[in-house]
């Protein structure tokens, strides 16, 4: 049923050139979710749960209508991307706190006049994927807690669902090289080897191939059994994005060696395949460190009686 079902979603409505395209994030989703180790929560890893992710695997996507909902449009589409070319005028390491990432690229614009250093064209992708995994962080949290008080944990569980869910969408955007990059659809500035410069690689690969040649038991089997341990979520999620973006000339290369084009190469598909498998890995461990995080009460508070 799950398999007609994401198949009826795909045949219903129109792909669209974002990370992935619907089937690469309902894949990554579906496989973190089975991917989760037996000692977190059965509702968590329960079938339905994984059906709930998959479908919410596309969602920010679908908040992404100027004809319909241009204010959240403009408000959330940075969060899809980060250029990190760009983004390392903001300092190194970035600043942790988006609002400080924010003045801290205002304050470097002078010095670079020709880029636009805002968030609209720079990108907020690992601003939103923190706060989201600590939005799920505080939902464990609180159902620890009324689990242990034995009260109804039901309505926290669709909380914890929904913010897995909602997170997997923007792990699976850091996992493809072009949304860390400024060449994130045609090579721009100097090119001695000839990459592509029409707008069309991004859509082709993340989309058209994936949905064409790319099974979930293809990405299922290069995802590793055991979570790997997290420490930090900023600096490890950023550790996770700089990886991708080193990728970002290997797409551009298989691109030129017909690597996407219709059946693509074998090298084309391992490709895709590892880079799938490396959302649905890092999205499957920041579940469960997210998890791991929540069993730390909070604070005292100051107005505790």
């Known amino acids: 049923m799950r398999k007609l079902f994401a198949a009826a979603l795909l045949a219903a409505t129109p792909l669209a050139?974002?990370?992935?395209?619907?089937?690469?994030h309902m894949i990554i989703n579906h496989i973190a979710c089975e991917k989760l180790p037996a000692d977190l929560p059965a509702f968590l890893r329960s079938p339905a749960a994984c059906t709930q992710m998959e479908y919410q695997g596309p969602e920010p996507d679908r908040w992404r209508s100027k004809a319909t909902e241009p204010e959240l449009v403009a408000a959330q589409a940075p969060e899809h991307f980060i250029d990190l070319e760009w983004a390392a005028y903001a300092g190194s390491p970035l600043p942790r706190n988006r609002y400080d990432f924010i003045r801290a690229l205002a304050a470097a614009q002078p010095q670079h006049p020709d880029i636009q250093l805002t968030p609209e064209k720079v990108g907020l992708q690992p601003y939103v994927t923190t706060e989201v995994w600590e939005r799920l962080k505080s939902a464990m949290?609180?159902?620890?807690?009324?689990?242990?008080?034995?009260?109804?944990?039901?309505p926290v569980e669709a909380l914890i669902v929904y913010y897995a869910g909602w997170l997997g969408h923007y792990v699976a955007d850091g996992s493809q090289p072009l949304h860390t990059s400024i060449q994130y659809n045609g090579w721009t500035g100097p090119n001695p080897n000839g990459y592509t410069t029409e707008h069309k690689i991004h859509s082709?690969?993340?989309?058209?191939y994936v949905l064409n040649n790319i099974k979930e038991s293809d990405v299922a089997s290069k995802v590793p059994a055991a979570p790997v341990p997290h420490g930090d979520i900023f600096d490890d999620y950023m550790g996770y994005l700089n990886a991708t973006n080193k990728l970002v000339e290997k797409t551009y290369q298989l691109e030129k060696a017909r690597g996407f084009d219709d059946a693509g190469t074998p090298e084309g598909k391992a490709f895709t395949i590892e880079r799938l498998a490396a959302g649905a890995t890092e999205l499957r461990d920041l579940i469960v460190f997210a998890w791991q995080a929540s069993a730390v009460p909070l604070?005292?508070?100051k107005y505790a009686d």
């Open 299 to 301: 604070p005292p508070s």
């Open 141 to 154: 949290r609180d159902y620890r807690a009324l689990e242990k008080d034995h009260k109804d944990t039901k």
């Open 204 to 208: 082709k690969f993340e989309s058209t």
């Open 17 to 24: 050139s974002h990370a992935w395209g619907r089937t690469g």
